[in-house]
């Protein structure tokens, strides 16, 4: 009978993996929720990256939900105490949802100080994901907005894009090509409305809380693109969104508008997803803007949307998620490669010396990239506030298009707005 008299070295390694739960042998297993199905195959291959330049083993399981059904899913985690995953890539346009109360996010401010990212991120995008002077998550992309145009139609129609400095200049461009053609120039739907307002120095929300701050300027805005769409020269699409993939077949392939207003995301993304024989065929420019009393142009961009990386408060992992975080908003093949590969511009500006993401597109046979860093000092800021969210979709639902399309006047639709956010516990 063989009788072990010491154990074996062998033995003794395998009994302490078996005591930790093999912790050596698997590494780290994190689990991220994420609000888009394209970055599923962007995130597993940064997971993998990150292995291979760090060294250390990472298991990340991505779980990809819909823009909207994500928020909902998490919000259910958050209030039940299951299931919450370790990290969450949320869309700024929820972000509010998940302030009012308790923050259910860890404070990054120390980490992304430390790491240099409060230094090197746009300080127009660290703010978006900022609440009560506590960064609660790092922004991935600058998601500033452009004037995507038809250079082809263009030229025959002989509009020269210098010609689009001012929205005033929109309308003039606007009124000939109707009067002449009958061409309708540009789509919009109701997501530009906040945007328009920071292009104006206001916003949906001041920095105490209150909502519409300066209603002199939001009933202008609305006023004046009504007028453009009265004339048909700013339309809204057939099924109301500019995000719609019949807006892309449809309107966008036939011509029948010129331009369209959207962030990056929306070129890198849509444009190439829902109208690939396209190609070649359009171009970017300076989103229009307003002169001011001092006749210089003002903001000739301003953000709407873009995703940042959270780490929940409920992970029991959160050195090993933020490890992960850092790398990714790092890493020069990680930025490279979500530029790349149709997602976003990124937010961190030492990327933005690489040649990949300034060179010329192959869709738009433009460089993205020269354009946005030119844009990026312009940007304006964003006032957080929990109800943004409300109040942008509110906009956009219930109010903008009934604007555009005439059926109730400008002024009546803010008063319409300001009453339905105060029932719901919206302004002060």
Same mark, same amino acid.
Request: aromatic share 12%; with cysteine.
């Given at each position: 009978?063989?009788?072990?008299?010491?154990?074996?070295?062998? %033995?003794?390694?395998?009994?302490?993996?078996?005591?930790?739960?093999?912790?050596?042998?698997?590494?780290?297993?994190?689990?991220?929720?994420? /609000?888009?199905?394209?970055?599923?195959?962007?995130?597993?291959?940064?997971?993998?990256?990150? &292995?291979?330049?760090?060294?250390?083993?990472?298991?990340?399981?991505? #779980?990809?939900?819909?823009?909207?059904?994500?928020?909902?899913?998490?919000?259910?985690?958050?209030?039940?105490?299951?299931?919450?995953?370790?990290? !969450?890539?949320?869309?700024?346009?929820?972000?509010?949802?998940?302030?009012?109360?308790? /923050?259910?996010?860890?404070?990054?401010? @120390?980490?992304?100080? #430390?790491?240099?990212? &409060?230094?090197? =991120?746009?300080?127009?995008?660290?703010?978006?994901?900022?609440?009560?002077?506590?960064?609660?998550?790092?922004?991935?992309?600058?998601? &500033?907005?452009?004037? $995507?145009?038809?250079?082809?139609?263009?030229?025959?129609?002989?509009?020269?894009?210098?010609?689009?400095?001012?929205?005033?200049? !929109?309308?003039?461009?606007?009124?000939?090509?109707?009067?002449?053609?009958?061409?309708?120039?540009?789509?919009?739907?109701?997501? =530009?409305?906040?945007?328009?307002?920071?292009?104006?120095?206001?916003? %949906?929300?001041?920095? #105490?809380?209150?909502?519409?701050?300066?209603?002199?300027?939001?009933?202008?805005? %609305?006023?004046?693109?009504?007028?453009?769409?009265?004339?048909?020269?700013?339309?809204?699409?057939?099924?109301?969104?500019?995000?719609?993939?019949?807006?892309?077949?449809?309107? =966008?392939?036939?011509?029948?508008?010129?331009?369209?207003?959207?962030?990056?995301?929306?070129? =890198?993304? %849509?444009?190439?997803?829902?109208?690939?024989?396209?190609?070649?065929?359009?171009?970017?420019?300076?989103?229009?803007?307003?002169?001011?009393?001092?006749?210089?142009?003002?903001?000739?961009?301003?953000?709407?949307?873009?995703?940042?990386?959270?780490?929940?408060?409920?992970?029991?992992?959160?050195?090993? @998620?933020? /490890?992960?975080?850092?790398? !990714?908003?790092?890493?020069?093949?990680?930025? &490279?490669?979500?530029?790349?590969?149709?997602?976003?511009?990124?937010?961190?500006?030492? @990327?933005?010396?690489?040649?990949?993401?300034?060179?010329?597109?192959? $869709?738009?046979?433009?460089?993205?990239?020269?354009?946005?860093?030119?844009?990026?000092?312009?940007?304006?800021? !964003?006032?957080?506030?929990?109800?943004?969210?409300? @109040?942008?979709?509110?906009?956009?639902?219930?109010?903008?298009? /009934?604007?555009?399309?005439?059926?109730?006047?400008?002024?009546?639709?803010?008063?319409?707005?300001?009453?339905?956010?105060?029932?719901?516990?919206?302004?002060?």
């Amino acid at each position: 009978m063989f009788t072990l008299k010491k154990p074996s070295a062998l %033995l003794l390694f395998f009994t302490t993996l078996f005591f930790l739960g093999g912790h050596a042998l698997r590494g780290e297993n994190l689990v991220l929720w994420i /609000s888009s199905f394209q970055d599923q195959v962007y995130y597993e291959k940064m997971g993998e990256l990150y &292995a291979e330049k760090t060294g250390k083993k990472l298991d990340l399981e991505v #779980k990809a939900y819909g823009f909207r059904e994500m928020p909902d899913k998490l919000g259910v985690a958050f209030r039940t105490g299951e299931g919450i995953p370790d990290l !969450v890539q949320l869309d700024e346009t929820f972000f509010g949802v998940f302030i009012n109360g308790p /923050s259910p996010f860890l404070d990054l401010t @120390a980490r992304v100080k #430390k790491s240099g990212l &409060a230094k090197s =991120l746009h300080p127009r995008r660290l703010e978006v994901f900022t609440y009560k002077n506590k960064v609660l998550g790092v922004p991935q992309s600058l998601s &500033a907005m452009v004037l $995507y145009y038809r250079k082809d139609l263009f030229k025959e129609l002989e509009v020269d894009p210098k010609e689009l400095e001012t929205w005033g200049d !929109v309308a003039k461009v606007g009124k000939r090509l109707q009067d002449e053609h009958g061409q309708r120039f540009m789509a919009l739907d109701g997501t =530009l409305f906040d945007v328009l307002l920071r292009q104006k120095g206001t916003d %949906l929300f001041d920095e #105490k809380g209150n909502f519409l701050p300066d209603q002199k300027t939001a009933l202008s805005i %609305l006023e004046e693109f009504a007028s453009m769409s009265k004339s048909e020269i700013a339309v809204m699409p057939d099924r109301g969104s500019i995000f719609d993939p019949v807006f892309f077949s449809g309107d =966008l392939e036939t011509g029948e508008v010129l331009c369209v207003p959207g962030a990056d995301w929306y070129g =890198l993304d %849509l444009f190439q997803q829902f109208a690939p024989g396209m190609k070649g065929m359009w171009g970017m420019l300076p989103l229009p803007t307003w002169r001011g009393k001092d006749g210089k142009l003002g903001p000739r961009t301003a953000t709407f949307a873009g995703q940042g990386l959270m780490i929940c408060q409920g992970s029991e992992k959160k050195d090993a @998620a933020w /490890s992960f975080i850092e790398f !990714v908003m790092k890493n020069k093949e990680a930025n &490279a490669q979500r530029f790349m590969q149709g997602n976003s511009f990124p937010a961190y500006r030492p @990327a933005w010396k690489d040649k990949r993401l300034l060179a010329k597109h192959e $869709y738009f046979e433009q460089s993205m990239g020269n354009l946005l860093v030119d844009l990026a000092d312009e940007i304006p800021p !964003v006032v957080v506030d929990p109800r943004r969210p409300q @109040a942008i979709f509110m906009m956009q639902e219930n109010y903008f298009g /009934s604007v555009m399309f005439g059926a109730i006047s400008a002024e009546e639709a803010l008063k319409q707005y300001r009453d339905a956010m105060k029932n719901a516990g919206g302004p002060r």
